[in-house]
């Protein structure tokens, strides 16, 4: 079975600091991770996916095997980055499973 | 610009009267999703389509059924809401030609009551 972990339900941080988001998972197979996001009365969108390697909005997350992880780290926090993020994992059938999510808030 | 729309965005229905929730697309895409998410939780697929066929959670309670009757459309039906059925409903599309980067709607928050 699969399963992703997000430690932090609430993560705070100032403006202009570095943020990371932990996700952790567990999966028998190769996995593909991705991250989405949520901001406020937005749908759930796709913020990167780690066969892409892209950095989007400044935000980079590396893909872990050794330690199961995929986190999410952005070196200065900007208010408009104040959202929800869950971590997701894609089977080999290309289903996915979410976090619990994790809620940033950005303060100035 | 191409995306995925439900109707309606909010929905009210009373204990134990069926409802049905829409989702429609314009990618194209042929696989279709639906999820249910809970106040404060991930959200869990509940089953999907990948063209015509379905394909059940093993544990998507049988009150819920489904129906896609072009690729267009795909519903969401309760048969019998409960109390515990309040959530947002999202549905999802993707397609080999992405990788199967879902693509999501803006939700259809149900409130039972």
């Known amino acids: 079975a699969q399963r992703v972990t997000q430690p932090e339900k609430l993560l705070s941080v100032f403006k202009g600091a570095p943020v990371e988001l932990k996700c952790n998972y567990s999966y028998s197979g190769s996995p593909e991770l991705f991250w989405y996001v949520q901001y406020s009365r937005q749908r759930l969108q796709l913020l990167l996916r780690h066969i892409s390697r892209e950095s989007i909005k400044g935000f980079t997350a590396d893909l872990n095997k050794g330690e199961t992880s995929f986190h999410l780290k952005k070196p200065f926090a900007q208010e408009e980055d104040s959202a929800m993020y869950y971590c997701?994992?894609?089977?080999?059938?290309?289903?996915?499973?979410f976090g619990g999510g994790t809620r940033l808030m950005v303060k100035p | 610009d191409a995306m995925v729309i439900q109707n309606p965005r909010y929905q009210v229905t009373q204990f134990g009267k069926p409802v049905t929730l829409s989702c429609s697309q314009t990618l194209n895409h042929n696989v279709m999703y639906w999820y249910q998410q809970k106040s404060s939780q991930a959200p869990k697929l509940l089953f999907h389509y990948y063209d015509k066929d379905f394909n059940n959670e093993a544990d998507t309670p049988d009150n819920f059924q489904s129906r896609r009757p072009n690729t267009s459309f795909c519903f969401l039906d309760i048969r019998s809401p409960g109390l515990g059925d309040a959530a947002m409903y999202l549905c999802?599309?993707?397609?080999?030609?992405?990788?199967?980067?879902?693509?999501f709607g803006p939700g259809t928050r149900l409130t039972v009551t």
């Open positions: 999802a599309t993707s397609t080999r030609q992405d990788n199967y980067e879902q693509y």
């Open positions: 997701a994992l894609m089977n080999a059938g290309n289903m996915l499973t």
